[in-house]
């Protein structure tokens, strides 16, 4: 039997070896799941998918360090911030559990014409069908959650493939979920290559697609899904942030030190492109560039690390590469810039790269923020759009008529004001435009996406 070993990026130790699935599971998995949903006698009904959940809450409640400390030494992020992403995760449960009730329909009104008298319409929310989940590494556990328990809390039967550097967190969840009671097969994990996963993704009985991932293999797994496969497709972004002379630097500061280097720069809406305006720019890269240098870098495990391991080692390289090539080009180096070792990377600080170089041009996902000079906002706003990412921006700034105004002309699917591109809370919806994504998640949205409606029409002589 073919395996993976799966190590902890903060020093490529071995964590643990686990059997993979092959084309044989992936058929197995996907005839148990259509056969589930076909039989509507195998649906679950609401209040036994509130009770698993409920249940999967107070499970996952009495468990806080473990889930902990198994997401920390598989993915790398700081105890600190894994933490967090636990309790999220946590909580991302319980939103699933509040939005079971708002699964409804709506009435139709009828009797506008003639030829619509004596009849009542109404539509209702069924669970879309079998639904597949391909998970990134970043966030190992509360990615799974939102591509798991929306489907679950809808009644549709879920496959899941997490990151293969990353499948402890969503191995011990499906563990917890069969815990809280969920019958068989509604919550099915496979471990699989690429060359598995692509037959499972565009088998044709699969009505929903969720994808976290890279762009180019995303993009390219939409191309081959089956006919009518619905899907959701989050990628990357290169957040810009637009600085404006009258923000309050001293608030600003903290907000996108996390921004930028949380989870070492691996989230999608990470601070990347910080244009600000060349009056206040010096105190501004001078200032961040001193927090950045005093962050801690290091074991994940340790309590007091800020900034982790890249997840690969040749994620280093290539941070290493394009670092050097914007300074060699004319970028000047505030801080950082080297290795600290085959795995981690100094949190850096450059300042006016050009134009042209990889990081600013491409997705650093790394702790590397770039910050550019401008005289005029019209002209940074439109570098900032000069990308053919569009996911989560945002502009610091006290003048709300410049704010609306930078939020109107920005092209991003979210604008936060007077914050990091990276905030984000689980009931907000959340996802990439143009070559970031389709679709929308957010607990609420993606159980929304992962439902359809059917019509009702009652025709009766007495209404």
């Not at 967090?84 to 139709?108: C, D, F, M």
């Not at 391991?309 to 060699?328: C, G, M, T």
Request: proline residues 5%.
């Amino acid at each position: 039997m073919k395996t993976l070993k799966v190590y902890t990026p903060f020093n490529n130790s071995l964590i643990k070896e686990i059997p993979m699935n092959d084309a044989t599971d992936v058929e197995k998995a996907l005839s148990t799941a259509i056969n589930l949903f076909k039989n509507i006698k195998n649906w679950l009904p609401a209040y036994q998918r509130v009770e698993v959940l409920e249940r999967t809450v107070s499970i996952m409640s009495e468990r806080i360090n473990e889930l902990t400390r198994i997401a920390a030494e598989e993915g790398g992020k700081p105890f600190i911030d894994s933490k967090v992403e636990v309790l999220r995760a946590i909580n991302g449960v319980k939103l699933a559990i509040e939005n079971i009730g708002h699964l409804r329909g709506e009435q139709i009104p009828m009797g506008h014409t003639k030829s619509s008298i004596n009849r009542i319409a109404f539509t209702m929310r069924e669970p879309i069908g079998v639904v597949v989940s391909v998970s990134a590494f970043n966030h190992p556990l509360n990615l799974i959650i939102h591509q798991t328990v929306t489907a679950i809390a809808v009644g549709a039967p879920v496959i899941v493939k997490p990151a293969l550097t990353t499948p402890l967190s969503c191995l011990n969840f499906l563990e917890i979920l069969k815990e809280a009671g969920l019958p068989e097969g509604w919550c099915q994990v496979i471990i699989c290559d690429n060359n598995d996963a692509e037959k499972l993704v565009t088998d044709a009985r699969v009505n929903y697609l969720s994808f976290i991932g890279s762009a180019k293999v995303g993009w390219y797994l939409r191309s081959k899904l089956a006919p009518g496969t619905r899907c959701a497709l989050e990628h990357g972004g290169s957040a810009p942030v637009i600085v404006e002379p009258d923000a309050e630097i001293k608030e600003m500061l903290p907000l996108l030190l996390k921004g930028g280097f949380y989870h070492a720069g691996q989230v999608c809406v990470s601070v990347q492109r910080v244009f600000v305006h060349e009056n206040i720019v010096n105190e501004v890269a001078g200032k961040l560039a001193e927090m950045a240098g005093n962050l801690i870098v290091g074991n994940p495990l340790d309590e007091k690390t800020e900034v982790g391991p890249l997840i690969l080692p040749r994620e280093v390289d290539r941070v290493e590469k394009w670092v050097n090539e914007a300074i060699e080009k004319g970028a000047q180096i505030i801080t950082g810039g080297k290795r600290v070792s085959a795995y981690c990377f100094e949190p850096t600080v450059l300042l006016n790269p050009p134009d042209n170089v990889n990081v600013s041009t491409q997705e650093i996902f790394g702790p590397v923020v770039c910050i550019y000079t401008y005289k005029n906002r019209k002209e940074a706003i439109k570098k900032a759009n000069s990308l053919p990412f569009a996911f989560q921006a945002s502009v610091f700034t006290k003048n709300m008529d410049i704010a609306l105004d930078t939020v109107k002309k920005l092209n991003a699917s979210a604008v936060m004001i007077n914050d990091h591109t990276a905030f984000r809370v689980d009931w907000m919806p959340f996802g990439g435009r143009d070559i970031s994504g389709i679709g929308i998640g957010g607990i609420p949205y993606t159980m929304h996406e992962m439902t359809r409606e059917k019509l009702m029409v009652i025709k009766s002589s007495v209404l």
